[in-house]
């Protein structure tokens, strides 16, 4: 059962061959024995769960449930529960307690779906590694000496382990994506505005997106249509109906084109090259037709990210002052002295660090030379995407240049920001893109990166399941996981 698609969990539940408590005491097994050695969880929710666990029996007894219904996930740290601490993985908001759901959270409690935790993460989603979290570092479950990658290590770590069929995460910047490769399992990030971000605490608003982890692009389908939907609550919620997202995944991919960038295979070191190639002749072979394409300007994707995130992450973060909500350094001797010390103790460094480019960034005297050039970038790759949209169906990419990295490898934060290299040009643009596995280096996952047009998530589904009926990556497991 453990690494059961959730149809097969769910006909399980329906047919009455285990019941939604027994379901929920086989992960939570899982958990008790791996989650604090992985260092995925900040926060367990046994009460919530059990509450959980019984409306999604009545619903299934009553044949109102769906395929969601008593499926156990994880919630990145990140989305607020009511009544349950949300951290973002900050000392910030060490004690912080919501006092209602993110709607992302609200939309998959409808569905009756059964909350376990709250998953680790980098500090405020800022980092591609997760060791910036307040809470200590998650370990990747291929190997407990290297990262999972992050913004959303935690949640990818938990569903690579096997603690749940299902998590979220949020994606800026890539922060689904590479820990999908990096842990190898499957993750999407939809297009900006599908998910509510009600709810979500802001790390960039014109960038952050909720998404989801699954061993398979068809849970990651079942999952995203029942979170998607316009909000009124949110000001940037795309204003388009719910959608299916698992309709059209069984349709063939003959005919389909797809876009490949040679500038970044180029760039990639030959092994990994070699295993994304050898995953796009796949697809090949599977009737699709490969098209050169370019997207001129996204070598400077990296440099315009690292402008915008940190001067909105700074607008956003402004409002951790102490006084409202959030950690308040002790005996301040006046207001200055509240505000200096609270936010000093309160944030890690990562933080600190991106806090203070984005301030120096829309101050008076570099934002036009930075902040605006910044946006113009960002236009200029929005507008290279429309044009290769207009030649292709889905763009394959690599995820990341490098399999998942030694803690500590990169002590220059510089060097960690090139990480996001290809997940950034595409988060730019706000598409929907996400990894699937494709295979090992060096007895590590890597992950192809599908890239759709504006709210053409359906496509790279269907194709990511297209793929995953040919071959079977998404089926490997980290060695001490697999036999349980």
């Known amino acids: 059962m453990q690494f059961n698609g959730i149809k097969q969990i769910s006909e399980a539940l329906k047919s009455k061959a285990i019941s939604v408590q027994e379901l929920h005491d086989f992960y939570q097994a899982k958990v008790e024995k791996h989650a604090e050695n992985l260092n995925c969880l900040i926060n367990k929710t046994p ?14 007894d009553s044949g109102s449930g769906n395929l969601l219904t008593g499926i156990p ?31 992302v959270v609200d939309n998959l409690n409808q569905a009756g779906m059964v909350t376990l935790a709250k998953a680790n993460m980098d500090e405020f989603a800022m980092g591609s590694s997760n060791e910036n979290s307040y809470f200590g570092a998650v370990k990747n479950p291929w190997d407990l000496n290297r990262v999972p990658g992050g913004s959303s290590g935690g949640s990818a770590a938990c ?6 069929p299902v998590a979220t995460g949020s994606d800026t910047g890539g922060s689904i994506r590479q820990p999908a490769a990096l842990c190898g399992i499957t993750g999407i990030k939809p297009t900006y505005g599908r998910n509510s971000r009600y709810g979500m605490v802001a790390f960039a608003s014109s960038l952050d997106q909720a998404g989801v982890f699954a061993r398979t692009a068809e849970d990651c389908a079942l999952v995203l249509s029942q979170m998607c939907g ?19 995944l069984n349709q063939s991919i003959k005919g389909m084109k797809i876009g490949v960038v040679p500038e970044w295979m180029e760039t990639l070191p030959e092994s990994i090259r070699t295993q994304t190639q050898q995953s796009i002749d796949t697809l090949k072979n599977m009737g699709a037709q490969l098209v050169e394409i370019k997207l001129p300007t996204a070598h400077l994707a990296v440099s315009a990210y690292y402008v915008i995130a940190p001067a909105e992450c700074s607008s956003n973060l402004s409002r951790f002052d102490g006084i409202r909500y959030g950690h308040q350094c002790d005996n301040p001797k006046d207001l200055n002295d509240l505000y200096v010390r609270s936010r000093t103790e309160g944030f890690g460094e990562e933080v600190k660090r991106r806090i203070m480019v984005g301030t120096w960034a829309l101050s008076a005297g570099f934002y036009d030379a930075y902040y605006r050039k910044a946006q113009k970038i960002r236009r ?23 399999v998942a990295f030694e803690f500590n490898a990169k002590k220059d934060p510089v060097s960690m920001y090139q990480a996001d290299i290809y997940t950034i040009p595409s988060s730019l643009a706000g598409l929907p893109c996400m990894s699937i596995p494709i295979g090992l280096v060096d007895k590590l996952p890597v992950g192809l990166q ?3 047009n504006n709210l053409q998530e359906s496509k790279i589904l269907n194709m990511a399941h297209q793929f995953q009926q040919e071959t079977d990556f998404h089926h490997l497991i980290a060695e001490g996981f697999a036999h349980e």
């Open 380 to 402: 200029l790759i929005s507008e290279d995407f429309a044009r290769a949209f207009a030649l292709v169906d889905v763009i394959a990419a690599p995820v990341s240049p490098e």
């Open 230 to 248: 316009f909000d009124a609550k949110d000001s940037t919620s795309a204003q388009v109906d719910k959608e299916d997202f698992s309709q059209n």
């Open 73 to 103: 996930l994880v919630h990145k740290d990140l989305f607020c529960t009511k009544g349950i601490k949300t951290t973002c993985g900050s000392r910030m908001l060490e004690n912080f307690v919501a006092p209602y759901d993110a709607t």
């Open 47 to 60: 009460q919530l769960a059990q509450q959980q666990i019984k409306q999604a029996q009545s619903l299934i």
């Open 159 to 164: 569903v690579a382990a096997g603690l749940v």
């Open 450 to 452: 599908l890239i759709g």
